[in-house]
Every structure is written in C-alpha cells, then in structure tokens.
C-alpha cells in the first residue's frame, strides 16, 4: 500500500510541475524533428558537392601476371603486348625537358621502374 501511495503522490508533484509524461516524449520529438530539418540540407549539399572520383582501371598482364593501368599497350615488366585491338588514339608525345622518364624510341612518358615502354614496346635502357 505504501508504494502505491508513494506513485500517486510522484505522479501528483509532475502534473503540478506540467511535467505530464505526454509532454516529455513531445519534446524529445521535437529535437528529432528539428536535427532532422536541420541536418538534411547539410546532407544533401555533401552529397552533391563532394569529389567524384573514378577507381583506377587496371588489368592484370597474362605475361607476367602482375596489375598494370587499363590504358597500358605493353607490360612495362615483362615487355608482353597486352594491347587490345580498338580504333586508333592519338598518343600526346611529351617533350623531354618536361622532366620524368621518356621512351627514346616514341617518346612516350613512362614510369621510372619500367624496363619496356608502354606504349611501343621497346625495351628501356637503365
């Protein structure tokens, strides 16, 4: 009989303080509405503003097996052709003084640990 006295009276104190269990769960509700109205526009400019960036295509070499970039001809390890038949592409030629390393047969850029010219095929000298 005690406890259920002791409710009643915990129960009177809140609906005179306009604690009213109904007013508690409004307010909760609101906070959610309101982080929802307030997060959603941040959302969505991150969604549409943020960098679009394109995994990097690669292939792996039946030569040597190792992966080599999509857009290779030749395998820069194992000098194995690796080119597939398409329409013809316009291959920009860098100037050698622009720094890096260059094939001396096509003048292609080619990467500094490549022992074969991607583009052409020819073997690389050290």
């Known amino acids: 009989m005690l406890k259920d006295n002791s409710y009643k009276r915990r129960k009177k104190v809140r609906i005179e303080m306009g604690e009213e269990e109904g007013e508690k769960r409004e307010y909760n509700l609101g906070i959610l509405i309101l982080l929802v109205i307030l ?38 390890y194992c000098g194995k052709s690796v080119k597939i038949e398409t329409a013809p592409v316009a291959v920009h030629i860098a100037p050698p003084h622009a720094g890096g390393k260059f094939c001396p047969h096509c003048g292609a850029r080619v ?16």
């Not at 292939?59 to 992966?67: F, L, P």
């Open 111 to 126: 990467d500094p640990t490549a022992k074969f010219c991607q583009s052409c095929g020819k073997q690389l000298s050290s």
């Open 39 to 76: 997060c959603w526009p941040a959302a969505l400019i991150y969604y549409f503003t943020r960098p679009k960036v394109k995994p990097k295509q690669l292939r792996i070499c039946t030569g040597c097996g190792r992966q080599i970039p999509f857009e290779y001809n030749v395998c820069p």
